[in-house]
């Protein structure tokens, strides 16, 4: 008996505490949830069946070779609730679910992490809204404390982005000039900036540039767009001018590769997945940079031994005009410029668009520069990241939609331009641009479309119809209904 007191006298509050469990701590640092977070990023958009899949067959980029059923949906169009609706559930699951445990941290020594949070959660949302216009915001993340949240209007979730990231730039600067704290500093857990915080506050801008480019048709938001880059131009942090990459020391080991390279490059150890084989350049793509002399086009795609070629999107009969003509080594399929190891970096918003972007918005006057400039430095950038020879003598020939001066429709140009530097890449943002613009022109539909067009949203998926059904809007017609900025 007396050997039992003197235990429970020993023992502390917490010994007997069999409801805490050391594998799913309450608490965790900062410095281990930013790269989860940032793996997740990375994923969501070069996974398979991720963003950039999506955009890629949606812009006419890819189809696929023969003796593959592979991408039935995109080419038949069959936008439904259970179409790419992995989008949506990984977004707010994982992607956004990580970055809101940082913006939520407590402690003013926290700063940095909550500004990375909050730019990062701007980054996606925006996506978010392209993809489905109103989406839960408001009221997002909640997770138990609201399981139903509200949806919210996507141009008012538009313009709290832009008030998100400059509270954000304004968070940085404020946590680095605070003698009350010593902050916590973002260092190799930063696998996008290494914690470098200037780049962080031009990357917000370069996501502010996104944004109000994208706004930069509507009619009576032209004064709020023009005031937004005066501000970004008086808070001199610039924009980025290299490719936002995340790079998380990827490994040729299973589940450690590059996403791209693991969904569409080779198996660990050698081997070509059977994304590989099966995913090729269309008929539309290789002909058009063909006949624009692109050097480009051996970079995009691969060149098999009998020269280029690509496939029609929704072709049926694979063996007219000659059987297996379409056969995975005798297509275009995805090129080393776009492949390009297993350890290459994951690119979340690439050097081209920032330049294109920049050059549209000071073309319709919305902020101050030279448009030739910027809209050249962004093919340079697009033939940098491909790792083609220098671009000066592409752009700089006198032909439409190449040379800034041959081409009389400039904003087309620019977006044409921007089509082909995302292809593969980041190539979502080119089928919004599509949405909003038009361009490129002539752009085919798959042979198997019922309708005359492509896509302009997709559907919410089945998972919030089940389990936010009270506030879920009726499904937009994934056709005609566009989001806001494109109306």
């Known amino acids: 008996m007396l050997v039992i007191v003197l235990l429970f006298a020993s023992c502390s509050d917490s010994f007997l505490d069999v409801n805490t469990d050391p594998n799913n701590p309450t608490a965790v640092s900062p410095d281990l949830i930013l790269p989860v977070a940032q793996k997740y ?49 990984y977004t707010y699951s994982l992607v956004l679910k990580q970055y809101n445990a940082l913006s939520t941290l407590e402690g003013d020594e926290s700063g940095y992490y909550k500004a990375i949070a909050m730019i990062m959660k701007s980054y996606h949302f925006q996506i978010m809204v392209d993809i489905y216009g109103d989406v839960p915001y408001s009221e997002a993340l909640l997770r138990g404390g609201n399981p139903t949240p509200k949806y919210d209007d996507a141009q008012m979730i538009y313009k709290d982005l832009i008030i998100q990231l400059t509270s ?21 857990d930063d696998t996008m900036f290494g914690g470098n915080m200037n780049n962080w506050k031009k990357f917000a801008n370069t996501v502010k540039l996104r944004i109000l480019v994208r706004l930069s ?9 023009k005031s937004q880059f005066a501000e970004i131009a008086t808070g001199g942090e610039g924009y980025m001018n290299s490719n936002v990459t995340i790079q998380l020391g990827y490994m040729d080991e299973d589940n450690k590769q590059n996403p791209k390279w693991a969904a569409f490059g080779q198996k660990p150890g050698g081997g070509n997945t059977l994304n590989n084989d099966a995913t090729c350049g269309t008929d539309y793509i290789i002909n058009y940079l063909t006949d624009t002399f692109d050097p480009r086009l051996d970079y995009i795609y691969e060149e098999p031994e009998d020269g280029h ?33 297993y350890d290459q970096a994951a690119v979340i918003y690439t050097a081209a668009e920032s330049y294109f972007n920049r050059s549209e918005a000071i073309f319709k006057g919305l902020m101050s520069g030279d448009a030739k400039t910027m809209y050249e430095s962004g093919v340079q950038a697009s033939f940098d990241y491909l790792d083609t020879p220098d671009a000066s003598n592409y752009y700089n ?38 949405s909003r613009t038009g361009y490129p022109s002539n752009l085919p539909v798959s042979l198997q479309a019922s309708t005359p067009d492509r896509p302009v949203r997709l559907f919410y998926p089945s998972s919030e119809i089940t389990a936010n059904s009270r506030n879920i809007p009726s499904q937009p017609d994934a056709f005609s209904a566009k989001i806001f900025w494109a109306n």
């Open 309 to 341: 070629l690509g496939v029609p999107q929704g072709l049926k009969d694979y063996d007219i005009p000659v059987v297996d003509q379409f056969d995975p080594d005798k297509v275009s399929n995805i090129g080393a410029g776009i492949l390009k190891n």
């Open 41 to 89: 990023s990375a994923f969501a958009n070069e996974r398979n069946r991720g963003q950039n899949t999506l955009g890629n067959m949606m812009m006419y980029n890819w189809s696929q070779s023969d003796g593959f059923s592979w991408y039935t949906d995109e080419m038949t169009y069959n936008v439904n609730s259970t179409f790419y609706n992995q989008i949506f559930d």
């Open 217 to 225: 048709d509507m009619s009576g938001e032209q004064a709020y767009i």
């Open 168 to 188: 954000a730039i304004e968070l940085i600067n404020t946590t680095a000039s605070s003698t009350a704290v010593t902050p916590l500093e973002p260092s190799a």
């Open 397 to 434: 020939r006198n032909s439409n939609l190449i040379g800034w001066d041959g081409s009389p429709n400039k904003l087309e140009a620019i977006i044409t331009q921007k089509w082909i530097a995302l292809n593969g890449i980041t190539a979502l943002q080119s089928w919004f641009d599509y």
